[in-house]
């Protein structure tokens, strides 16, 4: 089967279908309609097998893992997704791998009604590229620097889960079980936080999402917006599943494992959460924002903690 081929058998005439996409997967570009008055929110990713993921990743949980982590960022702009393209570098044209990976994309773009709307097949070693595009009302997108001293730092969900899981994926941590499954599900399959990102619109002053791990993905937001953080590690959100599995102080992979993918944002003390019909995910206060620069992590008796600076940390020299 040649390229054109493949691209018509598992890539065209899937999914949604938007009113905004007069020409999608077919010609030599796609024709799309930005909504009047918005602004078009655009990023990128590239995952490389053997640096972003392991080579033996199951196709479905990658091809839903390339839009999850973009979604993601989406989310962390407030922006509504759209439209997508897809740059796909194959060692060779292998259909059950394609159905497969273009299966765990079209799970996840159905639910956020994102339309593929063109992209790029080639050979070379597998990589997999996706762009992704959505709309932000112009002043109301969530940016990086307006975190201000007082507001409050939350986070959504639950933090260390993903590191867990891939420590338990990479055989560095002996844990099995529905719960461990729970853990390399997080890893896997991370929800976007979509809805939390669209009702924090107007609402948060500042939001990031976790990619890189909380400290490093906060400091972020701190130096955009030249401000510091005292943050309480005895409030860090942590699952059940992580509790479980026996990891000694888990919350030091809650504040430096990476691939959680759950907002941190910052909002005004005096904000009220539960406005725009509140969010769809649990939203937990880790901290507050200082005029004084710098992380200042401590517990909740208010002596001072030293986070790892790496998740890897956690695993070295076991687990001090
Ligand atoms: P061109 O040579 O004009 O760039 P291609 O032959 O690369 O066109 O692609 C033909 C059509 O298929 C285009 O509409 C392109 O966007 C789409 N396409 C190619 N690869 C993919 C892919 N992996 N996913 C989605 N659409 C794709
Ligand atoms: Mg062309």
Redesign the pocket.
């Known amino acids: 089967m040649n390229?054109?081929d493949?691209?018509?058998r598992?890539?065209?005439d899937h999914g949604v279908r938007r009113d905004d996409v007069p020409l999608?997967?077919?010609?030599?570009?796609?024709l799309l309609i930005p909504p009047p008055g918005q602004s078009l929110a655009v990023t990128v990713d590239t995952l490389h097998s053997g640096v972003h993921f392991a080579p033996d990743i199951p196709p479905t949980d990658l091809g839903y893992k390339a839009l999850a982590v973009n979604l993601s960022d989406l989310a962390a702009m407030g922006a509504e997704p759209a439209w997508?393209?897809?740059?796909?570098s194959l060692p060779q044209a292998d259909e059950a791998w394609l159905a497969a990976f273009a299966e765990g994309f079209f799970v996840l773009a159905e639910c956020y009604n994102v339309q593929?709307?063109?992209?790029?097949?080639t050979r070379g070693p597998l990589s997999v590229t996706l762009q992704l595009q959505g709309f932000v009302p112009r002043q109301k997108a969530l940016i990086r620097s307006g975190a201000r001293p007082g507001d409050h730092v939350f986070v959504t969900g639950s933090l260390g889960d993903a590191g867990a899981g891939l420590a338990i994926a990479q055989g560095r941590w002996g844990f099995a079980g529905p719960l461990a499954d729970f853990l390399l599900t997080r890893l896997h399959r991370p929800t976007p936080r979509v809805g939390a990102g669209l009702a924090l619109r107007g609402l948060a002053t500042a939001a990031i999402d976790i990619s890189d791990g909380l400290a490093q993905d906060l400091g972020h937001i701190l130096t955009a917006s030249g401000v510091g953080a005292v943050l309480n590690i005895d409030h860090l959100p942590l699952s059940d599943a992580l509790l479980a599995s026996g990891i000694d102080r888990p919350w030091r992979l809650a504040v430096s494992a990476g691939d959680d993918y759950e907002l941190c944002f910052t909002v005004p003390a005096d904000a009220d959460l539960s406005v725009s019909g509140g969010l769809d995910c649990p939203v937990t206060r880790i901290g507050r924002i200082t005029a004084e620069p710098g992380q200042r992590w401590q517990d909740a008796a208010g002596v001072p903690c030293e986070p790892p600076a790496h998740g890897w940390d956690h695993f070295a020299g076991g687990g001090a």
């Open positions: 390229e054109f493949l691209i018509r598992y890539f065209a999608g997967i077919g010609d030599d570009a796609a997508a393209t897809l740059a796909l593929l709307v063109g992209g790029d097949t």
